[in-house]
């Protein structure tokens, strides 16, 4: 099963929220398809933005007619600054293992901004079996994603 329609099939049973995601890079999943898909069901989407490098990250809406420009690392980011809170964050994975634990690209935004967010949403790893490492030797600071989705299937690591 395609990437998109398993995470399609997780959030069309839910009701609507405000879901974020990352702009693909390099290889990654693309899940833009997937975001109009849920934003013709009442669903919102916004994107992370660096604002100050080493720190939380913001979350900004986008819809896929937004103008984009260039943000931190060049990667796209909507130009009008709407901000929201997202309620369920789709985290792009490197590698991660089973116990939830995930690498990116390196910087720590991630683990900055989910310990910043109060409630803290939920977090969906989204890559490719490929990535997937017996341990990535997690630090103190990391967090644990709450599921993870490959193209092998959804993964859920709630306690």
Known sequence: MHIEDILFRHFS???PQTLAFCWPMRREFDP???MERLLALGWQ???PVVIVPDTPMDFHRWHPEAAMKPGHYDIPVPVEA???LPDQVLVPLVAFDAQGYRLGYGGGYFDRTLAALAPPPATIGVGFEVGRVDSIAPEAHDIPLDHIVTEA???SHRN
């Open 13 to 15: 049973t839910q009701p």
């Open 32 to 34: 833009r398809p997937l």
């Open 153 to 155: 299937g959804f993964f």
């Open 45 to 47: 989407a916004c994107m």
């Open 82 to 84: 709407i901000e929201l």
